[in-house]
């Protein structure tokens, strides 16, 4: 009797670390093909050495659905270098409300530019940027970089 072949849904984690190896990753693919559970060794990879897999590994974790990739997504918006950072900032815009708030409380607290930059831009797209009035008003008014400053004001304007 033929041996039964190998289901296709089976996590594979060298497949998964060929695939954050490339240049240009597809995103929603890779979400969709991995799922929820590649989490274990995506959490790894953020924690891990490698820049390069750890930012496309926090990317890649912004895709996939669950409550493990929220609370990826949450520890990462708090730790690691300035990049995962910002992929946990920009994935907080695939979350549900109230993990989103979780992550951009953090992220606006951050000191790195582009950091609070993407956590605007989430919070702008998510439509909550009123749940952020204070944080944003604080960093209209005291953030060191200018650039930032001027996107937080332009945007405290939107709100009224």
């Given at each position: 009797?033929?041996?039964?072949?190998?289901?296709?849904?089976?996590?594979?984690?060298?497949?998964?670390?060929?695939?954050?190896?490339?240049?240009?990753?597809?995103?929603?693919?890779?979400?969709?093909?991995?799922?929820?559970?590649?989490?274990?060794?995506?959490?790894?990879?953020?924690?891990?050495?490698?820049?390069?897999?750890?930012?496309?590994?926090?990317?890649?974790?912004?895709?996939?659905?669950?409550?493990?990739?929220?609370?990826?997504?949450?520890?990462?918006?708090?730790?690691?270098?300035?990049?995962?950072?910002?992929?946990?900032?920009?994935?907080?815009?695939?979350?549900?409300?109230?993990?989103?708030?979780?992550?951009?409380?953090?992220?606006?607290?951050?000191?790195?530019?582009?950091?609070?930059?993407?956590?605007?831009r989430s919070a702008?797209?998510?439509n909550m940027e009123?749940?952020?009035?204070?944080?944003?008003?604080?960093?209209?008014?005291?953030?060191?970089?200018?650039?930032?400053?001027?996107?937080?004001?332009?945007?405290?304007?939107?709100?009224?």
């Amino acid at each position: 009797m033929a041996q039964a072949k190998k289901k296709t849904s089976e996590f594979d984690p060298q497949e998964l670390l060929a695939f954050l190896r490339q240049d240009e990753l597809d995103y929603p693919a890779g979400a969709k093909k991995f799922g929820e559970a590649a989490l274990p060794l995506l959490a790894e990879l953020i924690e891990g050495n490698d820049e390069n897999l750890s930012i496309k590994a926090a990317y890649l974790v912004g895709y996939i659905s669950g409550t493990g990739a929220d609370e990826i997504l949450k520890g990462a918006a708090d730790r690691g270098i300035a990049p995962v950072r910002i992929a946990a900032a920009y994935g907080a815009q695939k979350r549900e409300p109230k993990i989103a708030e979780a992550i951009l409380q953090r992220s606006l607290d951050d000191n790195d530019p582009s950091v609070v930059k993407f956590a605007m831009r989430s919070a702008s797209a998510l439509n909550m940027e009123k749940n952020f009035k204070s944080k944003i008003d604080h960093i209209s008014k005291t953030f060191l970089n200018d650039s930032i400053k001027a996107d937080a004001l332009n945007l405290m304007k939107k709100m009224k």
